[in-house]
């Protein structure tokens, strides 16, 4: 890396002396750990153009997100097995790479944008009266877009699976996969039966320099909540993070850029998968996929794995013919299987994202400013922007009973500092937020700092659905997120308890100290009620709840009896052969928290039946020894 005289000509007094070497030294210094950032030799080599119509892998996995990177290296161990992976997207770049800019990636091709169907019952006060979801569209899927945080649910959320007939599903059978993939960089959990160090996926601690970390912390302590590890279930946690030396740590780098000359292994990326084909035995024969604008059929030996997420799975099933018949025969699909389930089930992490807390501007004491925290981060990979500005806090609290032994809501907490010109504008946008009430919180961020408060319900009981939205197999599906749809309002109770519970943390001393409260704007329908009232609040949440982009469940897991259940307890879809579902779409319930942990131990279950059902030589497991 030099400089040229383009430097030379800008710097009229020249560039000789000692200042001047020490000028380029520093901006050499720079450019060069720019460009230590890897770009596509860091993984796989593509091989999407040298495909031809009629090639032929013994494995097929479609999607090479969070749980299909695992299953794509976890099968190709196997040298005997010539496995393809096929993405629909490209690689990852720095930009996907430097944690703090994940808001910049959003509104990129290399995310899927799914703009949700219009119902009157949330979402009102987004632009068209719309949530958007977004999910990553490149190598390691939405784990190289998400917030990166590791959090894996809770024990009854995997024994509810195998107690509603999924064997081999219970926490304590589950444990194993989640240790295989780790490696736990954080001391506190070194010899803890609860995690593993080893495993290709490195979890870290990364702590928040915003000061509001600091306030939270010293909050919870006033209302008498405890500061947990993540193997406990009540109180505010802070999590581990997928970040490794101030990286994010996606399932592309994981799994596949640590064995990029694997032989056995091939990848297509910008490779866009529109259907799986069967033989007349309902037998899978391979899949079609479109490669700039080619569209080419290629065979399997073996089986086909979908791991196209929760959105993307479904549709892929519908669109191969396997779904509900009526629904198909709307979009002119021949029908192979009739199987109701396809993308019912849908649900998803309901939250208030846009419930603002303002702080006044001393609570920025000790922060750096962007530029310091951007020269600290390109010469040693740490500060502010190892985060995503979602601090690793998050409490899990039963808002209906506070000795019970599992939560009901967790909230995520976003920090922006004052004036912050990226990461909030990216936000409102990027979320759909309405121009005239993001100005009110633009205004409100000029001397003060801002914190969102994402309540969230982890067990909502409202479910969506997706649905083919036309004949084009590439086109977007449409989605229903069912938000609020569930007529008992049980999931609404639970976010005024979060909103009550929150105003309780803004009394405390310490937010006191920085008068802490809440951002007023707007609403689309509640104006006419009592600002604070129950009413209000019940209202609000119709106007501005979204979801934190969690979808899971479309292809659901489940015995042969559930009428909904899409594939068996070995991901194996019913009526047909050779054909598996593997990502966060075959939870039969979403776990009660965040969905990435979930989404790599999912890849790395499958990967094992897999072996075991043909016979393939597998590693021992760890053992699990704890009893949390
Ligand atoms: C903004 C955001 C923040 C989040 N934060 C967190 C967090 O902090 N912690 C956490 O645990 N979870 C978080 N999540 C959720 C979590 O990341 C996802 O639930 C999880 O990664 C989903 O894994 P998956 O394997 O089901 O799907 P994905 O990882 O999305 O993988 C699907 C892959 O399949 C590809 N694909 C789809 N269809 C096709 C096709 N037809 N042909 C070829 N390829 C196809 C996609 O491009 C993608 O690469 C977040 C999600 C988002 C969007």
């Given at each position: 890396m030099s400089c040229s005289g383009g430097l030379t000509d800008a710097c009229?007094?020249?560039?000789?002396?000692e200042s001047s070497t020490l000028m380029l030294t520093l901006l050499n210094t720079l450019l060069a750990a720019k460009c230590s950032f890897p770009g596509p030799e860091a993984f796989p080599k593509n091989v999407a153009t040298t495909l031809q119509d009629g090639d032929r892998y013994d494995m097929i996995v479609v999607g090479a997100g969070s749980s299909g990177a695992v299953v794509a290296n976890r099968l190709s161990e196997n040298p005997h097995w010539k496995v393809l992976l096929l993405e629909a997207g490209g690689y990852p770049n720095s930009d996907t790479q430097i944690p703090n800019l994940y808001f910049g990636v959003h509104g990129t091709d290399k995310n899927w944008l799914y703009v949700l169907e219009k119902v009157n019952t949330s979402c009102k006060g987004y632009v068209n009266g719309q949530c958007n979801w977004i999910g990553g569209k490149l190598l390691g899927g939405t784990s190289t877009t998400n917030t990166m945080l590791y959090v894996r649910g809770f024990a009854q959320d995997y024994d509810g699976w195998a107690n509603s007939g999924n064997k081999g599903w219970s926490w304590a059978e589950v444990m194993p996969y989640f240790l295989k993939s780790e490696n736990v960089t954080w001391e506190k959990y070194f010899n803890n039966p609860f995690h593993s160090r080893g495993g290709l996926l490195t979890t870290s601690y990364q702590r928040s320099d915003f000061n509001v970390r600091n306030i939270l912390i010293e909050a919870a302590k006033e209302m008498g909540y405890p500061i947990i590890n993540d193997y406990e279930h009540l109180g505010l946690l802070e999590t581990l993070m997928t970040v490794q030396d101030g990286r994010r740590e996606s399932t592309a780098f994981a799994f596949l850029s640590e064995i990029k000359t694997r032989p056995n292994l091939h990848i297509a990326t910008d490779a866009h998968v529109g259907k799986v084909v069967f033989d007349r035995h309902r037998r899978v024969k391979g899949i079609t996929v479109r490669i700039q604008n080619k569209t080419l059929n290629i065979h399997t030996k073996g089986e086909v794995i979908i791991s196209g997420g929760a959105i993307q799975s479904p549709q892929l099933l519908l669109n191969s013919g396997i779904g509900p018949k009526s629904h198909l025969k709307d979009f002119e699909v021949r029908n192979i299987v009739n199987l109701p389930g396809v993308g019912e089930n849908l649900q998803d992490h309901l939250a208030t994202f846009l419930l603002l807390v303002q702080l006044d501007g001393a609570a920025e004491a000790g922060l750096k400013s962007r530029l310091d925290s951007t020269y600290q981060y390109y010469t040693t990979n740490t500060g502010h922007y190892t985060s995503v500005g979602v601090t690793n806090l998050v409490y899990f609290l039963n808002t209906k009973n506070r000795s019970a032994e599992f939560p009901n809501l967790q909230i995520h907490f976003m920090e922006y500092r004052m004036n912050d010109d990226f990461l909030l504008p990216n936000m409102l946008t990027g979320m759909g937020f309405s121009q005239k009430a993001g100005k009110i919180v633009m205004d409100a961020n000029k001397d003060s700092v801002l914190f969102t408060l994402a309540l969230t319900l982890l067990y909502p009981d409202s479910r969506g659905k997706v649905q083919l939205g036309s004949k084009d197999p590439y086109a977007n599906p449409k989605v229903f997120s069912g938000y609020l749809t569930d007529m008992t309002e049980a999931d609404i109770d639970i976010l005024l308890d979060g909103v009550r519970f929150a105003q309780k943390m803004l009394n405390t001393t310490i937010f006191q100290k920085f008068n802490g409260k809440f951002i007023r704007y707007p609403t689309i329908s509640c104006?006419?009620?009592?600002?604070?009232s129950d009413d209000f609040w019940r209202c609000y949440f119709r106007d501005y709840c979204g979801g934190i982009y969690h979808p899971a469940g479309t292809c659901k897991m489940g015995?042969?009896?559930?009428?909904?259940?899409?594939?068996d307890e070995r991901l194996r879809v019913y009526g047909v052969k050779g054909l598996r579902v593997a990502d966060c779409s075959i939870m039969p319930k979403i776990v009660g928290g965040n969905t990435l942990a979930p989404a790599v131990m999912i890849g790395e279950k499958v990967a094992d039946m897999i072996k075991e059902d043909w016979n393939v030589q597998r590693d021992a497991l760890p053992k699990y020894t704890g009893r949390y």
């Amino acid at each position: 890396m030099s400089c040229s005289g383009g430097l030379t000509d800008a710097c009229p007094l020249g560039l000789a002396g000692e200042s001047s070497t020490l000028m380029l030294t520093l901006l050499n210094t720079l450019l060069a750990a720019k460009c230590s950032f890897p770009g596509p030799e860091a993984f796989p080599k593509n091989v999407a153009t040298t495909l031809q119509d009629g090639d032929r892998y013994d494995m097929i996995v479609v999607g090479a997100g969070s749980s299909g990177a695992v299953v794509a290296n976890r099968l190709s161990e196997n040298p005997h097995w010539k496995v393809l992976l096929l993405e629909a997207g490209g690689y990852p770049n720095s930009d996907t790479q430097i944690p703090n800019l994940y808001f910049g990636v959003h509104g990129t091709d290399k995310n899927w944008l799914y703009v949700l169907e219009k119902v009157n019952t949330s979402c009102k006060g987004y632009v068209n009266g719309q949530c958007n979801w977004i999910g990553g569209k490149l190598l390691g899927g939405t784990s190289t877009t998400n917030t990166m945080l590791y959090v894996r649910g809770f024990a009854q959320d995997y024994d509810g699976w195998a107690n509603s007939g999924n064997k081999g599903w219970s926490w304590a059978e589950v444990m194993p996969y989640f240790l295989k993939s780790e490696n736990v960089t954080w001391e506190k959990y070194f010899n803890n039966p609860f995690h593993s160090r080893g495993g290709l996926l490195t979890t870290s601690y990364q702590r928040s320099d915003f000061n509001v970390r600091n306030i939270l912390i010293e909050a919870a302590k006033e209302m008498g909540y405890p500061i947990i590890n993540d193997y406990e279930h009540l109180g505010l946690l802070e999590t581990l993070m997928t970040v490794q030396d101030g990286r994010r740590e996606s399932t592309a780098f994981a799994f596949l850029s640590e064995i990029k000359t694997r032989p056995n292994l091939h990848i297509a990326t910008d490779a866009h998968v529109g259907k799986v084909v069967f033989d007349r035995h309902r037998r899978v024969k391979g899949i079609t996929v479109r490669i700039q604008n080619k569209t080419l059929n290629i065979h399997t030996k073996g089986e086909v794995i979908i791991s196209g997420g929760a959105i993307q799975s479904p549709q892929l099933l519908l669109n191969s013919g396997i779904g509900p018949k009526s629904h198909l025969k709307d979009f002119e699909v021949r029908n192979i299987v009739n199987l109701p389930g396809v993308g019912e089930n849908l649900q998803d992490h309901l939250a208030t994202f846009l419930l603002l807390v303002q702080l006044d501007g001393a609570a920025e004491a000790g922060l750096k400013s962007r530029l310091d925290s951007t020269y600290q981060y390109y010469t040693t990979n740490t500060g502010h922007y190892t985060s995503v500005g979602v601090t690793n806090l998050v409490y899990f609290l039963n808002t209906k009973n506070r000795s019970a032994e599992f939560p009901n809501l967790q909230i995520h907490f976003m920090e922006y500092r004052m004036n912050d010109d990226f990461l909030l504008p990216n936000m409102l946008t990027g979320m759909g937020f309405s121009q005239k009430a993001g100005k009110i919180v633009m205004d409100a961020n000029k001397d003060s700092v801002l914190f969102t408060l994402a309540l969230t319900l982890l067990y909502p009981d409202s479910r969506g659905k997706v649905q083919l939205g036309s004949k084009d197999p590439y086109a977007n599906p449409k989605v229903f997120s069912g938000y609020l749809t569930d007529m008992t309002e049980a999931d609404i109770d639970i976010l005024l308890d979060g909103v009550r519970f929150a105003q309780k943390m803004l009394n405390t001393t310490i937010f006191q100290k920085f008068n802490g409260k809440f951002i007023r704007y707007p609403t689309i329908s509640c104006d006419g009620h009592e600002y604070d009232s129950d009413d209000f609040w019940r209202c609000y949440f119709r106007d501005y709840c979204g979801g934190i982009y969690h979808p899971a469940g479309t292809c659901k897991m489940g015995p042969k009896s559930d009428p909904e259940a899409v594939v068996d307890e070995r991901l194996r879809v019913y009526g047909v052969k050779g054909l598996r579902v593997a990502d966060c779409s075959i939870m039969p319930k979403i776990v009660g928290g965040n969905t990435l942990a979930p989404a790599v131990m999912i890849g790395e279950k499958v990967a094992d039946m897999i072996k075991e059902d043909w016979n393939v030589q597998r590693d021992a497991l760890p053992k699990y020894t704890g009893r949390y």
